[in-house]
């Protein structure tokens, strides 16, 4: 005797090799032998040979018609031998039953599985529903079908093009259309990346790059909701003085201005004068949320987001010939330029003029500054002499002045655009230390330290950088940054670009006029906006990176490139002479760091933003300087010893480090 018979959702055949009341032995067609509950078992036969009876079954399950079968079964719940009786005859054959079975089984839309062999058929609207939904998946089906063909010929699917911008940053897994990429991808064996940049998906990788940014931190877009400016208090006691900032031309976030002040005993006065977006606005207010909730500005090459709207920043920049409110540092120094006294004010500042670099960078540079008199005569000549010699007073009162160290150029980048819409990029060095970049630079580390000092002191909560053994963290209380040579140092210079510093501001001006800080001490709201800034500053700066990287590669396209210097960092890791580039160069060769060679160019990703090169020579190691040794340990230059790379006019560029 031979049994058909129910196991984890399918029908086997197989003779009885024993029974009892609750469990059989049975050997199938192979061989096999195991044992079974009784309940499982549907039916029994003979005179079928085992191989033949489930093909012989499942040919006449798929003539049974299941809408027939649905009509004839009604709505209360059978047993399949009811339905065999009702559908074939009053004695149906062990096959009949047992092609009805799989019939009723396979079709779980138009019966419900009840258990040992029990169905009810489903209610007509919920049948109609089902059908519905398959005759759906058998359109969508087709479609991703000649969807994959088209892709894997290399075309791009018409329907395919309105959902580019969401398959390449933002997939949803469960549409089709994801769905027949991923499929065509498989079947290429490519990435669905590669897949659709080989069908035309990514014209443009600069726009591809910025739309991936874009998808991920602006997927609102980067307009701004209407806010109401802050009204400044109008009872700010004029500061007297007359002060200048210095900047790039293309820059508008103007946060901070200098003045210098010869005091009647001999002394002299320097005034830093930061912008005062702060002041005047109610908590939570509307540009308070826009800034927590964009938390810097985005500096690229050729663009950039700002953090605050346009509005607001032309009421607060420092901008020449205005007076504008500030918060105040003033420091005395003495005729050999050591501060002696300080003291931090709000007021109404006098800027009497915007100075640009590319202004002062043929008279205020290394060769006119050492001259005993200073060189030829400029406006500010005087100011800018004395801040320069305070500026190297402060470094080596730091401890990093050295005069024999050989810095590394900065980069800044150019997109010049032309009549067509095409794009040429240029990159030029910028000398890193230059008496402009150095005087700016050591006094707002002198402010931003003075201030971190000040909040300390005050028991007010506040956002500072620390560094220890090569490492920048940012933290609540106020720690050394050794990298800077000082015991503490909060970011608050750069209000109008920066999370941080606006809401050191805050606090700071809390203090000043002796009212509760906006963030109390342990406050978690303060823990979360140091948390939320240090995660998209950073990735801020990753994408400035990626922006910078595919300049760097399309300038070696644009200009012919075919072979270049570059210095091993560490492994395969080089630095580009001439470029602030630095990319890991797939088989080279073990080489000592510091090492020079010559590189082939032969291959450009832009995708992955990468370089394959070819090793031509190699010279001989040459001693790494410090910096260097922070970027071997971390394959990137430390935050504190790099300025970022910023464009020219009409791009803003990126503040620099210290500020």
């Not at 303060?526 to 922006?547: I, K, P, S, V, W």
């Given at each position: 005797?031979n049994?058909?018979y129910e196991?984890s959702?399918?029908f086997?055949?197989a003779?009885i090799?024993?029974?009892?009341d609750?469990?059989?032995?049975?050997?199938?067609?192979r061989?096999?032998r195991?044992?079974?509950?009784?309940?499982?078992?549907?039916l029994r036969?003979?005179k079928i040979?085992?191989?033949?009876?489930?093909p012989?079954?499942?040919?006449?399950?798929?003539q049974l018609?299941?809408?027939?079968?649905?009509e004839?079964?009604g709505t209360?719940?059978?047993?399949?031998?009811?339905?065999?009786?009702?559908?074939?005859s009053?004695?149906?054959t062990?096959?009949?039953?047992?092609?009805?079975?799989v019939r009723?089984?396979?079709a779980?839309?138009?019966f419900?599985?009840?258990?040992?062999?029990r169905y009810?058929?489903?209610?007509?609207?919920n049948?109609r529903?089902?059908?519905?939904?398959?005759?759906?998946?058998a359109?969508e089906?087709?479609?991703?079908?000649?969807?994959q063909?088209?892709?894997q010929?290399?075309?791009?699917?018409?329907?395919?093009?309105?959902?580019?911008?969401?398959?390449?940053?933002?997939?949803d897994?469960n549409?089709?259309?994801?769905?027949?990429?991923?499929?065509?991808?498989?079947?290429?064996?490519?990435?669905p990346?590669?897949l659709?940049?080989g069908c035309?998906a990514?014209p443009d990788?600069?726009?591809?790059?910025l739309?991936?940014?874009?998808?991920?931190?602006?997927p609102?877009?980067?307009?701004?909701?209407a806010?109401?400016?802050?009204?400044?208090?109008?009872?700010l006691?004029?500061?007297?003085v007359?002060?200048f900032?210095?900047?790039d031309a293309?820059t508008t976030e103007i946060d901070?201005?200098?003045?210098?002040?010869?005091?009647p005993?001999?002394?002299?006065?320097?005034?830093i004068?930061?912008?005062?977006?702060?002041?005047?606005?109610?908590?939570?207010?509307?540009?308070e949320?826009v800034?927590?909730?964009r938390l810097?500005?985005v500096?690229?090459?050729?663009?950039k987001?700002t953090?605050l709207?346009?509005?607001?920043?032309?009421?607060?920049?420092l901008?020449?010939?205005?007076?504008?409110p500030?918060?105040s540092?003033?420091?005395?120094?003495?005729?050999d330029l050591q501060?002696i006294?300080?003291?931090s004010r709000?007021d109404?500042?006098?800027?009497?003029?915007?100075?640009?670099?590319?202004?002062?960078?043929p008279?205020?540079n290394?060769?006119?500054?050492a001259?005993?008199?200073g060189?030829?005569?400029?406006?500010?000549k005087?100011?800018?002499m004395?801040?320069?010699?305070?500026?190297?007073?402060?470094?080596?009162g730091?401890g990093?002045h050295?005069p024999?160290r050989?810095?590394?150029?900065?980069?800044?980048?150019?997109?010049?655009r032309?009549?067509?819409?095409?794009k040429?990029?240029?990159?030029?060095p910028?000398?890193r230390?230059?008496?402009?970049?150095?005087?700016?630079?050591e006094?707002m580390i002198?402010?931003?330290s003075?201030?971190g000092?000040?909040?300390a002191d005050?028991?007010?909560?506040?956002?500072?950088?620390?560094q220890a053994?090569?490492?920048?963290?940012?933290?609540?209380q106020?720690?050394?940054h050794?990298?800077?040579?000082?015991?503490q140092?909060s970011w608050?210079?750069?209000p109008?670009?920066?999370a941080?510093?606006?809401?050191?501001?805050?606090?700071?001006?809390a203090m000043l006029?002796?009212?509760p800080?906006r963030?109390?001490?342990?406050?978690?709201?303060?823990?979360?906006?140091?948390?939320?800034f240090?995660?998209t500053y950073?990735?801020?700066?990753?994408?400035?990176?990626?922006?910078?990287?595919y300049?760097?590669?399309?300038?070696l396209?644009?200009?012919g490139?075919?072979?270049?210097?570059?210095?091993?960092?560490?492994?395969?890791?080089?630095?580009?002479?001439?470029?602030?580039?630095?990319?890991?160069i797939?088989?080279l060769?073990?080489?000592?760091?510091?090492?020079?060679?010559?590189?082939?160019l032969i291959?450009?990703?832009?995708?992955?933003?990468?370089l394959?090169?070819?090793?031509l020579e190699?010279?001989?190691?040459v001693?790494?300087?410090e910096?260097?040794?922070?970027v071997?340990?971390?394959a990137?230059v430390?935050e504190?010893?790099?300025?970022p790379?910023?464009?020219e006019?009409p791009?803003?560029?990126?503040?620099?480090?210290e500020?």
């Amino acid at each position: 005797m031979n049994v058909f018979y129910e196991e984890s959702g399918d029908f086997k055949v197989a003779a009885i090799m024993s029974e009892s009341d609750a469990n059989l032995q049975i050997e199938d067609a192979r061989g096999k032998r195991s044992k079974i509950k009784a309940v499982d078992v549907r039916l029994r036969f003979d005179k079928i040979a085992l191989a033949d009876f489930m093909p012989q079954a499942q040919a006449m399950a798929e003539q049974l018609d299941l809408d027939f079968l649905w009509e004839v079964a009604g709505t209360e719940e059978f047993g399949f031998l009811e339905l065999a009786r009702e559908y074939y005859s009053p004695n149906p054959t062990a096959l009949e039953q047992a092609a009805l079975v799989v019939r009723l089984h396979g079709a779980p839309m138009y019966f419900y599985r009840k258990g040992r062999g029990r169905y009810k058929a489903a209610p007509e609207d919920n049948l109609r529903a089902a059908k519905s939904g398959m005759e759906k998946k058998a359109r969508e089906a087709a479609l991703m079908a000649e969807w994959q063909r088209e892709l894997q010929a290399g075309a791009l699917p018409e329907v395919l093009k309105s959902h580019i911008r969401t398959l390449l940053h933002r997939p949803d897994k469960n549409t089709i259309e994801w769905k027949a990429v991923a499929a065509a991808a498989d079947a290429a064996q490519k990435s669905p990346l590669r897949l659709l940049a080989g069908c035309g998906a990514i014209p443009d990788v600069e726009t591809w790059l910025l739309d991936g940014f874009l998808s991920e931190y602006f997927p609102k877009g980067t307009g701004f909701p209407a806010m109401e400016l802050p009204a400044a208090p109008t009872d700010l006691p004029d500061a007297g003085v007359r002060a200048f900032s210095i900047d790039d031309a293309a820059t508008t976030e103007i946060d901070d201005a200098l003045s210098v002040t010869v005091l009647p005993d001999g002394n002299t006065r320097v005034g830093i004068h930061i912008a005062a977006p702060t002041l005047g606005m109610a908590a939570d207010a509307t540009m308070e949320q826009v800034v927590l909730a964009r938390l810097s500005t985005v500096y690229f090459p050729g663009d950039k987001i700002t953090m605050l709207p346009d509005a607001v920043v032309e009421s607060f920049t420092l901008s020449e010939g205005r007076d504008c409110p500030a918060v105040s540092l003033y420091v005395t120094v003495n005729p050999d330029l050591q501060v002696i006294a300080s003291e931090s004010r709000l007021d109404r500042v006098h800027i009497a003029a915007n100075l640009r670099h590319h202004d002062l960078d043929p008279v205020f540079n290394e060769e006119t500054v050492a001259q005993p008199d200073g060189g030829p005569d400029y406006p500010w000549k005087a100011e800018l002499m004395f801040l320069w010699r305070f500026a190297i007073a402060l470094e080596i009162g730091r401890g990093k002045h050295d005069p024999n160290r050989v810095e590394r150029p900065d980069y800044s980048f150019a997109i010049d655009r032309d009549e067509a819409g095409g794009k040429r990029v240029r990159i030029y060095p910028r000398k890193r230390g230059s008496p402009m970049d150095k005087l700016v630079a050591e006094l707002m580390i002198l402010c931003n330290s003075t201030w971190g000092k000040q909040l300390a002191d005050a028991r007010i909560p506040a956002i500072y950088r620390a560094q220890a053994m090569g490492r920048v963290r940012m933290t609540t209380q106020p720690s050394p940054h050794v990298g800077l040579g000082v015991a503490q140092y909060s970011w608050a210079s750069s209000p109008l670009r920066r999370a941080a510093d606006f809401i050191n501001q805050q606090q700071l001006v809390a203090m000043l006029q002796g009212t509760p800080p906006r963030y109390a001490p342990r406050d978690p709201m303060l823990f979360a906006a140091l948390r939320d800034f240090d995660q998209t500053y950073n990735a801020y700066a990753e994408f400035q990176g990626r922006m910078e990287r595919y300049w760097c590669l399309k300038w070696l396209e644009q200009e012919g490139v075919r072979e270049i210097g570059a210095t091993v960092i560490k492994e395969n890791l080089v630095r580009f002479d001439g470029l602030p580039l630095i990319l890991r160069i797939a088989g080279l060769p073990e080489l000592a760091r510091g090492t020079p060679v010559k590189l082939q160019l032969i291959s450009t990703d832009y995708l992955d933003l990468a370089l394959e090169c070819r090793l031509l020579e190699a010279g001989e190691p040459v001693a790494v300087v410090e910096e260097e040794e922070e970027v071997a340990e971390a394959a990137e230059v430390p935050e504190e010893l790099a300025e970022p790379a910023v464009a020219e006019t009409p791009v803003a560029p990126a503040p620099p480090a210290e500020e």
